[in-house]
């Protein structure tokens, strides 16, 4: 059985409303109304295997701030975000921290680890 | 006591921080940046959310990331940085006069970049009708005690207005745990960009309310329910359409303004439609020797952009200092490289149908100029035009327009050749 959706392309400003036809085993057929190749690239990714970027905060003892702001070193599967976000606020991180430190390795078996975006120095 | 510099940049962000690294690459020695906060980087480090850079370094970094590229770089040049100081105001002679816990410090520049940013709309701006309880935050307010402050705003949120801050807000709230009801925005179009509609939005199930408002909101002490009503094409309330959304807190994206009183005192030219300083080709102001860049000149959504405006800036601002003549204690008018001689005629530059506003809002032909703009309405198979009377001297088809996303236009000097007069409107392909 073959049914379509509707996908935004978010790979240009255009933002080109695509007709977006999946097959049962949940693959792209075919992608209509998009302007450039660029629409159908995006579209199958976003069907097949969603991934984001996760950016957050990690809370820090004993630090000049409280909180240090942390990313994916990658983006990781869009249905791991919330479960990684909710791990994330459960962390807590001794000060110092480095910029781009590891802070959490291979998070959620990703092959994503966690960094620091910022320096957070002791207080 | 009054100390001299030959450039004084008010405001460290990305804006301040690029003018200010570009002032001392082009040979200004004596730079010195004033800073309100206690560290420089300006509101990019409580954007925690990446997607900066994109255009300058080629990679999607985080706010933080995106500013300690410029902090490293300045610290490395040896720039002259000094944080938890209020600029009061500016002269015409370009007097500054700074205030810090130490006291009150008066410099006098050769000239002086403004970079201070922007601030945000508040409840009051578009009064909202109901009581006044705790719970209402701009989504910037909420962003800083969220991502810098570990302070959690509230559980169950509603937001108003669906500008990117507002989106972003929308998902990061819901990564901490928090419920966000809906994101409600008064025109039928979102004003922020595709993608974080996408990825803050659709991809946790928040619904997005277009031609909606928020027309009422109750508590006492906290904030225990908004009203939400449908608008119509002129943003009247459609009366039977409202519904209630208990919550505890109510967030405002509604809209920034260049945070510019202190160019307003100076009596600087603005326009009222940016909220910055009219400026010309060079980024300079109606006093001359005084240049503005960034959000403080107009709302920018890349911060690339804001960048790159700082460095314009830097580079008018570092030829002005080059011309300048300390006996008169203003710039040469015998020099052949005069720059505010006066007599240079500069030819105007006006927003016409279609095209909210233009930038920069006059010029002198002779060298390429990069215009920004923004449309009024989104539109797609539009094109913009470049008129100087009737005659059309530059066409740019556009697929889709989005007054969300900024218009930047560079004319080259040929085709600013002879013109008498600029219009900037928008055309049917």
């Keep these: 059985m073959e049914t379509d959706r509707e996908i935004v392309c978010i790979v240009c400003p255009n933002g080109c409303r695509m007709k977006v036809y999946i097959d049962d085993r949940n693959r792209v057929v075919r992608v209509e109304n998009a302007l450039c190749r660029n629409g159908g690239t995006y579209a199958k990714k976003e069907v097949q295997s969603p991934e984001r970027s996760l950016t957050s905060t990690v809370k820090v003892t004993g630090g000049a701030l409280p909180l240090v702001s942390v990313r994916s070193s990658k983006p990781i599967p869009r249905d791991k975000i919330r479960e990684a976000a909710a791990l994330l606020r459960s962390l807590h991180i001794q000060a110092p921290v480095d910029f781009h430190q590891v802070l959490l390795s291979d998070i959620l078996g990703t092959g994503a680890d966690i960094i620091a975006t910022r320096q957070v120095l002791k207080a | ?429």
């Design chain 2, 1 to 429: 006591m009054l100390i001299n510099k030959d450039l004084i940049i008010i405001g460290a962000g990305p804006a301040g921080l690029a003018a200010a690294i570009e002032a001392v690459k082009r040979g200004i020695r004596d730079v010195l940046v004033l800073e309100r906060e206690p560290v420089a980087g300006g509101i990019l480090n409580q954007c925690i959310h990446d997607g900066f850079g994109l255009i300058r370094f080629d990679e999607a970094l985080t706010g933080p990331e995106y500013a300690k590229r410029f902090t490293d770089e300045a610290a490395e040049m040896g720039i002259e940085i000094i944080t938890d100081v209020m600029v009061q105001e500016i002269s015409r002679d370009k007097e500054v006069t700074a205030i810090s816990p130490g006291g009150i410090t008066i410099y006098r520049a050769k000239a002086v970049i403004l970079a201070m940013g922007c601030r945000e709309r508040t409840r009051g701006a578009i009064g909202i009708p109901g009581t006044r309880p705790a719970g209402v935050f701009t989504a910037g307010v909420a962003q800083n005690l969220v991502n810098i402050r570990n302070v959690m705003i509230g559980r169950n949120i509603v937001i108003l207005g669906s500008g990117d801050i507002g989106l972003i807000m929308a998902r990061r709230l819901t990564l901490e745990g928090a419920n966000v009801l809906a994101v409600i925005e008064k025109l039928p179009y979102s004003s922020g960009l595709q993608r974080n509609i996408t990825q803050c939005l659709e991809d946790y199930g928040i619904p997005l309310l277009l031609s909606h408002t928020v027309t009422r909101v109750e508590g006492r002490e906290r904030v225990t329910a908004v009203t939400v009503s449908k608008v119509d094409e002129k943003g009247n309330t459609l009366r039977g359409t409202s519904e209630k959304y208990k919550c505890d807190t109510l967030i405002l994206s509604v809209g920034l303004i260049p945070e510019n009183e202190i160019a307003l005192n100076s009596g600087m030219d603005m326009d009222n439609t940016t909220g910055g300083a009219r400026v010309d080709e060079k980024l300079e102001t109606s006093i001359p020797g005084v240049f503005a860049c960034g959000n403080v000149l107009q709302v920018h959504d890349l911060a690339d952009h804001v960048s790159s405006e700082g460095e314009l800036a830097a580079v008018s601002a570092a030829d002005y200092i080059k011309n300048y003549c300390h006996k008169a204690g203003e710039s040469s008018d015998t020099g052949e490289n005069c720059l505010c001689s006066g007599n240079d005629r500069k030819i105007p530059v006006t927003a016409g149908s279609g095209i909210r506003y233009v930038l920069p809002q006059a010029i002198r032909p002779g060298q390429a100029i990069t215009f920004s703009m923004r449309v009024t309405v989104p539109g797609r198979e539009k094109s913009v035009l470049f008129k100087s009377g009737e005659k059309v001297i530059k066409k740019r088809k556009y697929t889709a327009l989005n007054p969300a996303e900024m218009l930047r236009i560079e004319l080259s000097s040929k085709e600013l050749e002879n013109i008498s007069g600029l219009e900037v409107c928008i055309d049917g392909n």
